[in-house]
């Protein structure tokens, strides 16, 4: 059984340990060792988990086997999302499952939480960014009713890549 919880600072370790080895495992193979080391430094540090745990206008949850926790979600509003174009809005900005636990509808569950959250507020829409070599996520998402409206750069390290943004709108 999985059960999604949402979480606060006193989580801050559990939730850098499960960031970094989720994030490692997605894109260990497929960046320099440099550029990872980079981004985990400058987005997993104490300091800036810290500040986005306490920000009132971000959420994260985990998703747990019994003690054990096997994924993430963060989601943001206002002004913690990361483009500020964007109002009335949600933005996943990390979906995250361990490699071991991944097909077994743990994301999807993720995704429903922050869908049941967009319809709770009234949001007009989800939004997101995936990387465009993504396969599995961008799968993911269109299955989910995703559609793209925008491509962006996402800097990792000195390597500059391409984003797919995707929105779904909610149904009031
Ligand atoms: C994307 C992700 C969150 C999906 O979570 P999940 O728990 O595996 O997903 P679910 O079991 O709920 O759903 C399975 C769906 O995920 C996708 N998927 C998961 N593993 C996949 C794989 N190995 N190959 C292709 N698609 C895959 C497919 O859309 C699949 O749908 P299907 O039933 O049509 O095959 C998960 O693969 C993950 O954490 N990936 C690494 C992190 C990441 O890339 N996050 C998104 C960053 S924007």
């Avoid at 993430?72 to 499952?97: C, D, M, P, W």
Wanted: hydrophobic letters at 40%; aromatic letters at 12%.
């Amino acid at each position: 059984m999985i059960t999604i919880r949402k979480i606060y600072l006193a989580d801050l370790d559990v939730l850098q340990d499960i960031s970094i080895k989720t994030f490692v495992e997605t894109f260990g193979s497929s960046n320099t060792k440099e550029n990872m080391n980079i981004y985990v430094h400058n987005s997993f540090n104490n300091l800036q988990m810290e500040s986005e745990l306490t920000n009132p206008d971000s959420e994260f949850y985990f998703a747990e086997a019994g003690n054990k926790v096997i994924g993430y979600l963060k989601i943001n509003f206002g002004t913690a999302q990361t483009e500020s174009k964007h109002y009335n809005s949600l933005e996943i900005e990390r979906i995250y499952v361990l490699n071991a636990y991944q097909k077994q509808r743990v994301g999807q569950q993720l995704f429903e939480k922050a869908l049941a959250i967009a319809e709770e507020k009234r949001c007009s829409y989800i939004w997101l960014g995936v990387w465009e070599k993504n396969a599995k996520a961008l799968h993911f998402y269109k299955k989910n009713g995703f559609v793209e409206f925008d491509q962006h750069i996402f800097v990792l390290g000195d390597d500059k890549q391409t984003d797919v943004m995707m929105k779904l709108e909610v149904k009031k």
